[in-house]
């Protein structure tokens, strides 16, 4: 069934743009399915943040939309989340996810990335 | 949009019944049948419990059920075990397009 995994640097500095990418395994990308990326700040709860679809499009979360671009490349079965103008803040465990529709049927085991200087 | 509501902690004895309950608004749960709840134990990603309100993905244990009425979604463990002691989060996707997450629920066995 298929795996997702997220990858990419675990500390970023403030100010900077966080940036991670979710490889997806024994499974297409081009499935039908959106595919998001959930996070967990530190003692809090779970926050979707966006999820794209294999053509491109795209929906974010309307209170990080101005921060965020998820984008895909379907040659190397990727998606990837950029997220700029860090803070604290944005310390949490980031998820990759796929969309079963309307629910998260697989997950990545998730990647803290820390902001800090 | 705003954070569904769930009650911060829910506790129960082996082998009683709990209810979690997650209350959102006409533009999230009162308007989809997308609704979906997770079961969060520390370190491990989050795990699909109840999909489209009432549905079970496979392997997942007929004690756990789902429910909705008007905004609010339940989630009702019964038979609890001590291995059900996690965090629970509820979802629902919204009129815009969206999703939104519940606060999240302690259980405690």
């Known amino acids: 069934q298929v795996q997702l995994q997220e990858s990419g640097p675990g500390l970023v500095t403030p100010s900077g743009t966080l940036s991670l990418t979710c490889t997806v395994s024994s499974g297409s990308i081009n499935s039908g399915n959106w595919w998001s990326w959930i996070r967990q700040s530190p003692g809090r709860g779970l926050e979707w943040i966006g999820q794209?679809?294999?053509?491109?499009?795209?929906n974010y979360n309307p209170s990080l939309k101005s921060r965020v671009a998820i984008s895909v490349d379907k040659s190397k079965s990727q998606f990837s989340l950029r997220l700029n103008s860090v803070t604290a803040a944005d310390t949490a465990v980031y998820f990759c996810a796929r969309d079963g529709p309307g629910c998260f049927d697989r997950w990545g085991q998730g990647t803290l990335v820390t902001v800090s200087s | 949009q705003s954070a569904l509501t769930q009650p911060a902690s829910v506790s129960g004895s082996p082998g009683q019944s709990i209810t979690i309950s997650c209350t959102g608004t006409?533009?999230?749960?009162?308007?989809?049948?997308?609704v979906s709840w997770y079961q969060h134990h520390p370190d491990k990603a989050p795990k699909l419990m109840i999909y489209e309100v009432t549905n079970r993905p496979s392997g997942i244990s007929n004690r756990f059920s789902g429910s909705k009425s008007g905004n609010t979604a339940s989630l009702t463990i019964s038979g609890l075990l001590a291995e059900d002691e996690a965090d629970y989060y509820c979802s629902s996707h919204t009129t815009a397009s969206t999703y939104v997450f519940g606060t999240g629920t302690k259980v405690t066995v």
């Open positions: 794209i679809f294999h053509t491109g499009s795209t």
């Open positions: 006409s533009s999230d749960i009162g308007a989809e049948n997308y």
